[in-house]
């Protein structure tokens, strides 16, 4: 029996013309997203079997696609030394000895985390008291970058909590550089913050290739081999958050592992058996295919109604950029927060060039109870006649004006709802949003893996350094 889906797709926005999509549109469609579909599907079945590609395949990595599944099964069948387990209990052990963890990465290596960190924990995460986010460790995000100013900040920062502080490095390669000039920089503050009788490596975990830069240092440091952690063959950066790239850091948080895999494993089953028409994964592609292809909508507006999906938002926008943007194709990304950005982007969304298909992200219902307007004897802002209203009322009429808006507009919009915000809902999101990218780039004759673009900077950035 297939679980229940937390996620509903309404792409009726999208249907009208000028400008946007008739049904026999999207009906036409159906035959080669159905056929996209099973090639996606082979070459996951192709990764699981071992099966050298074929060249014009290569990189084939398909390894996400049935990770949640094998993890999974792996809880499920009580496996004394699961991978999931032994991660929840080195998140324990670190969360136990640490009131702080800096969780170092970029890209795919903490943008994932990130997402977690914003939908499923308090949205003042660092800043509660620790009852209120569980007795967990506050947690801060840094290697994505190599700004002096922010990193001697933190350092300062993590002064405070004296020696009580630990690192996760999450890097495949262990030489980006961002991240290992950031790390060696914080394991030398870590190393002088420690009394003489605690070990460097038991606040250190890292999560590596076997054999990469990274794994080697953890071996010098003295990191046990059952608590450095695989970035799982086949499966690059920006696919590997239901991992122990993003696992690992929502254990710190105290989210339930388990159930963010089984929204995972909820959306492959749904992916591989709802027919064309009723299939999230199917439609969201079919609908942003068709209206590039047709319409010219090459600038994608991923719109989070309310603050706590932003994080996501950024996530996707590293998703679609990399796995798209390539041969001088590929939809532009763009994600804003709403109503935030009604008051700086909206004008553009809503009268500036017509290349924009809007998808709203709405969560159906708050986690904390609904807050309202309520009365004043000071009504100087005439807000008595609304005291009835809550804080999710206005949010939810805002948005529905603003579709309204863009429809006369002719401007498509297309709603993708979010029964609540927990990690189930999340492992659903992730997986929808890596399986539609992939199902596009089969559908436009791109190799939707690999990133040959950034590791171009990458070179050339290293190249700089040594000749001065």
């Not at 809880?75 to 324990?92: G, K, N, P, Y």
């Not at 830069?213 to 063959?233: F, Q």
């Not at 932003?310 to 041969?327: A, I, P, T, V």
């Amino acid at each position: 029996m297939l679980e229940p889906l937390l996620l509903r797709y309404d792409p009726a926005g999208v249907l009208f013309t000028p400008g946007g999509l008739t049904p026999q549109c999207l009906a036409d469609c159906g035959p080669a997203i159905l056929q996209a579909r099973d090639e996606v599907l082979a070459d996951a079945q192709l990764w699981e079997d071992g099966v050298e590609p074929e060249p014009a395949k290569q990189p084939l990595d398909a390894g996400f696609h049935y990770l949640p599944n094998r993890l999974l099964a792996e809880i499920q069948a009580l496996h004394a030394a699961s991978e999931v387990r032994r991660i929840q209990a080195t998140a324990d052990r670190l969360a136990a000895r640490c009131d702080a963890v800096v969780v170092l990465g970029i890209g795919g290596s903490s943008m994932g985390a990130r997402a977690l960190l914003e939908a499923c924990c308090h949205p003042f995460y660092n800043e509660v008291a620790p009852p209120l986010r569980g007795g967990r460790p506050k947690l801060y995000f840094e290697g994505n970058n190599v700004d002096n100013d922010a990193v001697q900040g933190l350092i300062e920062l993590l002064a405070q909590h004296r020696g009580r502080w630990g690192i996760v490095a999450i890097s495949k390669s262990g030489g980006t550089l961002e991240t290992a000039a950031v790390l060696r920089i914080l394991l030398r503050e870590l190393e002088n913050s420690l009394e003489s009788n605690r070990r460097l490596a038991d606040y250190f975990v890292p999560v590596t290739g076997s054999g990469s830069k990274l794994d080697r240092l953890a071996a010098a440091v003295g990191c046990l081999a059952e608590e450095t952690y695989r970035v799982p063959d086949g499966v690059g950066g920006r696919f590997s958050v239901l991992s122990a790239v993003g696992l690992l850091p929502a254990a710190l948080m105290g989210l339930d592992l388990e159930a963010l895999l089984g929204g995972a494993v909820a959306m492959n089953d749904h992916f591989a058996a709802a027919e064309y028409g009723a299939n999230r994964v199917l439609d969201f592609a079919a609908v942003c295919h068709q209206l590039e292809a047709l319409q010219g909508c090459t600038t994608r507006v991923l719109s989070t109604w309310g603050k706590r999906l932003e994080g996501f938002g950024l996530w996707y926008d590293q998703l679609l950029s990399e796995s798209l943007g390539k041969d001088e194709r590929g939809a532009l990304p763009l994600t804003v927060v709403n109503t935030r950005d009604l008051h700086s982007r909206g004008q553009q969304h809503q009268e500036g060039r017509r290349d924009k298909l809007v998808t709203n992200l709405l969560v159906d219902a708050s986690a904390a109870a609904p807050l309202a307007i309520g009365s004043s004897r000071r009504n100087e802002d005439g807000l008595n006649e609304l005291a009835a209203k809550t804080l999710p009322q206005i949010l939810a009429a805002a948005a529905a004006g603003t579709n309204q808006a863009y429809r006369e507009a002719r401007r498509p919009t297309a709603d993708l709802h979010v029964a609540r915000l927990d990690e189930h809902a999340l492992g659903q999101l992730f997986q929808l949003f890596m399986l539609a990218t992939v199902v596009e780039g089969r559908l436009l004759g791109i190799n939707p893996y690999g990133q040959p673009g950034v590791e171009d900077y990458k070179r050339n950035m290293n190249a700089i350094l040594r000749k001065e």
